[in-house]
């Protein structure tokens, strides 16, 4: 068996996993012969590898075996260098500590010699020993203790240092190494050739352990977004993908063999109980998600509704990348050689850049947030936007993290672009009425309001202003719009309303609407105004 040695040439990166090509050159002898290529990675899919083998003769692959193998020695790559790394420093601490136990002697025997002062002050005495001599020896002791004790602090506070970047070195290693079961995969291909010549073998195999996601750069400028479209590659396999040619593809892989068949799919009534409600069996069930009535306000602003934290973006180099589309995906070749290890850090990577004309708009629900959102929308003219995080600038001020959902090219986008406070929204009860004329079983209450809108700008503004009413959950609750001025330019069938504004500059304008409740005068309501 004669084994080879390839080098990942280029690298595919799925959403959930990655296609790699590998290859090497050998001599191969004349007859057959059976190739190795050892180390491959653990995340390995045997099913998905493919041999390709060409030489200056016809080359006959006979076939083809993929083998887990098992070792005990440290395997090449990060783990190997983080062993050594820490070995060094593990015999660089030991030398200190060696240092350090020769000048504890040499102390322990400074200290002696300052215990045996009064013996030599007793010589003194006795005139064996001159002033001069007893002074000579404390300098000396003095000095050399000084001495001393700096060294052993020193050698203390070096050992305590090599210590904690050992202890670092430990975790990284540590992480790593669990991260990689100590086995790899060996392909071996049995071959055949009529004369001795150099072969060329090309593998490709799948593995799981990497992917990609998308992130968003968005600039809200005058007239146009600018949009630059980045990947954020990662794989956890420990293999070396150095100075390789990259493809992003938008391709999920599913592993799925079989068309989904559907279950029959029933559904039945829910009966639920209301706290303070007269439920009966003719009663109708509204989801609560939309029944205003039946859900106390929310304390989370229109802003805390559609915007969601991500944890900042990596730095990494950014290479430029080429459009590749099939028939069911897109990718995106990187032009530049890239390099990612493979210890599951990122590597971020330009995919592209849109500039798309934008329409300005401002929204307002003043129900639960009095302030005025801006929304900039357009449509997407170019790229497969993937569902990802994006952080949104304007000019050089930060609105926050936006979440961009997957658009294809001709969809509409809608990006978050913060708050205008130069528009006031006001939104108050005007009036709330029982009627008592009503009939003496029945209870009937009238409510008014009126949302104010002030344009504090230097331009006219186009304004999208949305309001509801409750949602009747018994047949025995009627609820009625009455009055509406302006009249709504939208509403659904949970009691939603639209209206469309047009404030000029330094002006107001308001929107004034009327409705009833009637109800069982014995029935308790819960969620009235």
């Known amino acids: 068996m004669k084994e080879i040695n390839t080098k990942v040439d280029e690298v595919t990166v799925f959403l959930n996993r990655a296609k790699i090509r590998r290859s090497g050159k050998t001599l191969v002898q004349k007859g057959k012969q059976t190739l190795s290529i050892t180390g491959l990675p653990a ?11 060409t030489g200056s003769e016809p080359v006959t692959i006979y076939g083809i075996d993929v083998r887990r193998t098992f070792f005990k020695d440290i395997p090449d790559g990060i783990i190997r260098e983080l062993t050594e790394n820490i ?4 015999e660089k601490k030991k030398k200190v500590t060696d240092q350090s136990e020769i000048l504890g002697k040499k102390q322990q025997h400074i200290d002696g010699l300052w215990k045996a002062t009064r013996i030599f002050a007793s010589g003194f005495a006795k005139g064996e020993i001159t002033i001069e001599g007893h002074n000579a020896l404390l300098d000396f002791l003095h ?16 050992a305590d240092d090599l210590e904690k970047e050992i202890t670092k070195l430990r975790e990284e290693h540590s992480l790593a190494n669990n991260s990689k079961p100590r086995e790899k995969f060996t392909i071996e291909i049995n071959t055949g050739v009529k004369k001795d010549c150099r072969v060329n073998v090309d593998v490709t195999y799948h593995i799981s352990g990497a992917s ?18 980045l990947a954020m590659i990662r794989h956890t396999t420990g293999e070396e993908w150095k100075d390789i040619s990259m493809i992003l593809s938008t391709l999920t892989p599913s592993g ?6 559907l279950d029959p799919w029933f559904i039945a009534p829910m009966m639920k109980k209301f706290s303070g409600l007269d439920q009966t069996k003719n009663s109708r069930a509204v989801p609560m998600a939309a029944s205003g009535a039946q859900i106390p306000d929310s304390e989370a602003s229109y802003s805390e509704v559609i915007r969601e934290e991500f944890p900042e973006s990596i730095e990494a180099d950014m290479e430029l990348t080429e459009l590749i589309k099939t028939d069911t995906s897109v990718s995106f070749k990187v032009t530049e050689p890239a390099t990612v290890p493979g210890d599951g850090s990122y590597h971020k990577v330009k995919v592209g850049s849109l500039e798309l004309k934008k329409d300005l708009k401002h929204i307002t629900a003043p129900r639960k947030d009095e302030r005025v959102f801006r929304t900039a929308e357009s449509e997407n003219t170019e790229f497969f936007l993937l569902p990802g995080k994006g952080q949104v600038f304007e000019n050089e001020e930060y609105l926050g993290p936006v979440k961009i959902s997957h658009t294809a090219p001709g969809e509409k986008i809608k990006i978050f672009a913060g708050s205008d406070d130069r528009i006031k929204v006001t939104r108050k009860l005007t009036s709330k009425e029982v009627d008592k004329k009503f009939m003496s079983d ?6 008014s309001f009126e949302i104010i809108v002030e344009n504090f700008t230097d331009g006219v503004k186009h304004i999208n202003v949305l309001d509801q009413i409750p949602i009747p959950s018994h047949e025995d609750i009627k609820i009625k719009l009455e009055e509406c001025s302006p009249k709504t330019s939208r509403s659904d069938e949970l009691n939603r309303y639209e209206w469309e504004l047009k404030v000029e500059p330094g002006k107001k304008s308001s929107i004034k609407y009327h409705y009833s409740i009637e109800y069982p005068r014995e029935m308790q309501i819960y969620g009235l105004p």
């Open 143 to 158: 000095k050399e203790g000084s001495s001393s004790l700096t060294e052993i602090r020193k050698k203390e506070k070096e």
């Open 256 to 261: 799925t063999s079989t068309v989904p068949e």
């Open 43 to 53: 995340e390995l899919d045997p099913d998905s590898v493919r041999v390709r083998a």
């Open 212 to 229: 990609w996601n998308p992130e968003y750069d968005i600039r809200i400028g005058e007239k146009n977004i600018f949009i630059d479209y």
């Open 442 to 447: 029945r209870k009937k209450i009238n409510y």
């Open 87 to 90: 070995e060094k420093l593990e």
